[in-house]
């Protein structure tokens, strides 16, 4: 079962930030927090990872709370086809892992 | 790069019966795993092959095999089909993390399997 727990929608305006939240409340030290999204009838998409530290690249921003046991994926100018599920998930980058996702939300860009 | 494909895009099955399920990987990914979705669902791990074996696998029967060939391509198999294996089939491939320190699984666009 997933170990993350995500709002099941969310709405924003485009070319507003849309700021997704998930907890993740018993990560352990060694896990990551992936951030995956899934575009209606293509497969899941790498968005972002990071351990402790905020990341940044050119999709998204990943902000991890000093606890670890929050974070917020934030696509800062959101359009109408970022409309997808967003993934939350926590993964060991060292080794083989599987993913484990769990319900994701669903994120409407409106126009 | 052509990415990670898989084939056929849909498949239409009857009860019982058998499928095979292709997929190659993103060019220098030598891991390959394979999820189930089901709809309005998340994915959920089948199993991963790594250097021709399966390493790791999720919670399903035996009915659910898998191979991957010399050139990291993989196949999933499924016998006697139910009715409960109509889902989208995802191949998800990464590079093996000793080599390139991280594990980033790019998802090829599915397989969506009717099953009658």
């Known amino acids: 079962d997933a170990k993350t727990t995500q709002p099941t929608s969310m709405d924003c305006a485009e070319g507003r930030a849309a700021n997704l939240p998930c907890n993740h409340s018993t990560i352990s030290g060694n896990e990551y927090v992936y951030w995956y999204r899934q575009i209606h009838s293509q497969g899941p998409q790498y968005i972002i990872h990071?351990?402790?530290n905020n990341e940044t690249n050119e999709m998204a921003s990943l902000i991890i709370t000093e606890d670890r046991k929050s974070s917020t994926l934030i696509l800062p100018h959101a359009t109408l086809r970022d409309t997808a599920v967003y993934y939350c998930i926590e993964g060991l980058i060292q080794g083989a892992q599987k993913l484990v996702f769990g319900q994701g939300t669903r994120l409407t860009i409106n126009p | 790069d052509a990415g990670v494909t898989q084939s056929p895009t849909h498949l239409i099955k009857t009860r019982g019966q058998q499928v095979t399920l292709r997929c190659s990987p993103k060019?220098?990914?030598?891991?390959v795993s394979w999820y189930q979705q089901a709809l309005g669902q998340g994915p959920q791990f089948i199993f991963q092959?790594?250097?021709?074996?399966?390493?790791q696998r999720g919670n399903f029967p035996d009915r659910f095999s898998g191979h991957q060939f010399p050139n990291y391509s993989s196949e999933l198999n499924v016998n006697a089909l139910l009715l409960g294996d109509s889902a989208l089939y995802l191949c998800?491939?990464?590079?093996?993390?000793?080599?390139?320190?991280?594990?980033?699984?790019?998802f090829g666009p599915g397989t969506r399997l009717l099953v009658l």
């Open positions: 990071g351990l402790k």
């Open positions: 998800a491939s990464s590079p093996d993390p000793g080599t390139s320190g991280q594990e980033t699984q790019y």
């Open positions: 092959y790594y250097e021709e074996e399966e390493r």
């Open positions: 060019s220098g990914h030598d891991t």
